[in-house]
């Protein structure tokens, strides 16, 4: 059994794993953290999530409670990321990283990171949606330039980020199927009156109501279209997936890894 912290765990996502903790023979809830400005501070883990009290109190002490877990799992916001990354690897923890908007100005820290200790970083935990991933690269590859990308995302109307990381992170699959790089081609927003160019890969977002996520791949060749969507009914999935890949995770050298590394698919591009 593998005990977890879960870093956010008094948000929409922290909730949902806790109670799919419950559901899991191998996983313990060691810690659940919030910010210490939080007004969940000191309530049961469980209890707040809508589950059996588990005897563990909301606090807002991270490096307390790293000290007594396996792994990590941060569900909380990109702007806590540097300091939540910098307290794993300063306590040699690995760290399940679940939350979207980072900068390009994190991948040195993501690196050095990785360096010493198992770093997971998923923009999307749902293990369906890691099969999209394969499938897209896939498709992107064998379609070939005749047929054009879009790629479309919808989510509840509190999302801030758009397109979402699991959309971008789409992007950067099909992109580099096709030998490209997505901050050459993708065109996140369409304004104006310029035709689309044939290489492009647009995005188009959508907020609003509860939604929790749906993502499609769209294909546009001549003649014929093909789509590949992902639609979540239940936040569980993305919680069941997360608890997958700390389980995984915590057995794992140190090392920057990825859902589809659980999965151990065999490289496409």
């Given at each position: ?6 870093v ?12 799919a ?20 501070l ?15 109190p909301?606090?807002g ?10 792994v990590?799992?941060?569900?909380s ?50 293990l ?52 490209q ?8 927003n ?5 035709a689309r ?20 791949v ?10 590949l969507?992902?639609?979540a ?10 608890l ?8 794992r050298?140190?090392?920057?890894y ?12």
């Amino acid at each position: 059994m593998i005990r977890a912290a879960i870093v956010g765990g008094a948000g929409r996502m922290g909730q949902a794993i806790l109670r799919a903790a419950a559901t899991r023979p191998d996983v313990r809830i060691s810690a659940a953290i919030a910010s210490p400005k939080s007004a969940n501070l000191g309530a049961d883990a469980g209890e707040l999530a809508g589950a059996a009290p588990l005897g563990v109190p909301v606090t807002g002490d991270l490096q307390g409670a790293l000290a007594g877990c396996d792994v990590v799992i941060d569900f909380s916001s990109a702007g806590a990321t540097t300091a939540h990354l910098a307290a794993c690897r300063a306590a040699k923890k690995p760290l399940v990283l679940g939350t979207t908007g980072h900068g390009a100005d994190l991948e040195g820290a993501f690196a050095a990171a990785a360096g010493e200790i198992p770093l997971l970083i998923a923009p999307n935990t749902s293990l369906a949606v890691t099969v999209l991933m394969d499938l897209a690269r896939t498709a992107a590859r064998a379609l070939g330039p005749d047929f054009d990308i879009e790629i479309l995302e919808c989510h509840h109307r509190t999302k801030s980020d758009a397109p979402s990381g699991t959309a971008l992170a789409l992007g950067d699959a099909v992109a580099a199927a096709r030998g490209q790089k997505l901050s050459a081609v993708g065109v996140m927003n369409r304004n104006g009156g310029a035709a689309r160019k044939p290489a492009e890969i647009g995005f188009a977002s959508v907020r609003g109501g509860d939604a929790i996520g749906r993502h499609t791949v769209a294909f546009l060749g001549p003649g014929e279209e093909l789509a590949l969507t992902h639609r979540a009914t239940d936040r569980a999935v993305f919680a069941q997936g997360a608890l997958v890949a700390a389980v995984w995770l915590a057995a794992r050298p140190p090392g920057r890894y990825s859902m589809r590394d659980i999965f151990n698919f065999k490289t496409v591009a």
